[in-house]
């Protein structure tokens, strides 16, 4: 079953949440990307990670679907409960899993589920026949394995997040050609995105520069449209307390868009050397004066000259290298995992 040649590597990706809208959708792009790199890809999504009774289901589910595809490898897209219920299903078939920020970072959300999920989230690494992380600092987290892992953004879909003519865009959405807009990606939890300080720099902002406009993106929009919102804009502020690596900042990059970025996950990183970018502190003030001086003349960024190396297509292939190593290495259970899965 077990096979290293990259045209014969089956996939099975376990991701959680909607297998539709924004939920995870970089994870189901990697594996569109990896399809078209000639691997055999399935994706299996969690539809619930939380009431003992369905997850329990949902293990069942696994098993079959892992007896009837017969992957070469499994790969889990997320830490916590996602990774764990991969562990214990994958049976001696080899895992891999990519951990991406809320999964061993945490926040001043964080809770007792959440403490819950970053110890599944370590215990199911002793388990990984090769493990990713989307930034160095989430590597830093890892308490162990870190000889097997290794550090890889998902990277970017260039095809789809490219420049295009602001006013173009701009006619596309039906918005002023004369406006200076910040764009602010609140996703599913805007707590932890901390729409609450991007409001309030946006207030300095505007002491500086009158009629900036605000336009959130919330977890419902649209993703077909988030590459149009982008070159419609004049700057992408992201504000987070906790990411792994932030894929909006990337896909902003992409387009060309220029980005005040507090510093989070990978952003310093990421924006050293790009033109017309910020890194800042917390500091509304700070954040404020930033992004009223970038915007004040509508500039694009030379960041589609620096994700050249992110592209999906670059990143699927780094990732077909790890799967062939995970395939052809099976490694003995550690004690911690052998007596989990034989309680299963």
Same mark, same amino acid.
Do not use: N, W
């Given at each position: 079953m077990t096979s290293t040649a990259t045209n014969a590597m089956r996939v099975l990706m376990v991701i959680p949440g909607a297998c539709e809208g924004s939920s995870m959708i970089f994870a189901r792009?990697?594996? =569109? &990307?990896?399809?078209?790199? !000639?691997? %055999?890809?399935?994706?299996?999504?969690?539809?619930?990670?939380?009431?003992?009774?369905?997850?329990?289901?949902?293990? /069942? /589910?696994?098993?079959?679907?892992?007896?009837?595809? =017969?992957?070469?490898?499994?790969? +889990?897209?997320?830490?916590?409960?996602?990774?764990?219920?991969?562990?214990?299903?994958? !049976?001696?078939v080899p895992l891999l899993i990519t951990y991406r920020g809320g999964d061993l970072n945490s926040s001043p959300t964080s809770g007792f589920r959440s403490l819950l999920g970053h110890v599944l989230s370590q215990l199911a690494a002793l388990r990984a026949a090769r493990i990713v992380c989307v930034s160095w600092r989430l590597h830093e987290r890892l308490w162990w394995r870190t000889d097997r892992a290794v550090v890889m953004p998902t990277g970017v879909d260039t095809e789809l997040f490219r420049p295009e003519p602001r006013d173009t865009a701009r006619a596309r959405l039906g918005w002023p050609l004369d406006e200076r807009v910040i764009l602010f990606n609140a996703g599913h939890d805007p707590r932890v995105k901390r729409l609450d300080l991007a409001e309030q720099a946006v207030v300095y902002a505007r002491e500086r520069l009158p009629g900036l406009r605000f336009e959130v993106l919330r977890g419902d929009t649209d993703p077909a449209t988030i590459p149009v919102f982008m070159n419609a804009s004049d700057c992408l502020l992201i504000t987070s307390d906790s990411e792994g690596s932030p894929a909006v900042l990337q896909e902003a990059l992409a387009c060309g868009l220029p980005i005040v970025s507090v510093d989070v996950g990978d952003a310093a990183e990421r924006l050293r050397g790009v033109r017309h970018t910020r890194l800042v502190s917390r500091d509304p003030r700070v954040i404020g004066r930033a992004l009223a001086e970038l915007v004040a003349v509508p500039l694009?960024?030379?960041?589609? %000259?620096?994700?050249?190396?992110? &592209?999906?297509?670059?990143?699927? &292939? =780094?990732?077909?290298?790890?799967? +062939?190593?995970a395939a052809g290495h099976r490694s003995s259970k550690t004690p911690v995992m052998e007596e989990v899965c034989e309680s299963s």
């Open positions: 792009r990697q594996a =569109q &990307s990896l399809t078209a790199e !000639g691997l %055999e890809v399935d994706c299996f999504h969690l539809r619930t990670r939380t009431k003992p009774v369905d997850l329990m289901r949902e293990f /069942r /589910r696994l098993r079959a679907r892992i007896a009837a595809f =017969q992957p070469s490898v499994v790969h +889990a897209q997320f830490g916590t409960v996602t990774a764990a219920l991969a562990a214990l299903a994958a !049976g001696r694009r960024t030379d960041g589609p %000259e620096k994700v050249r190396d992110l &592209s999906l297509r670059e990143t699927a &292939s =780094q990732l077909a290298r790890l799967y +062939a190593e």
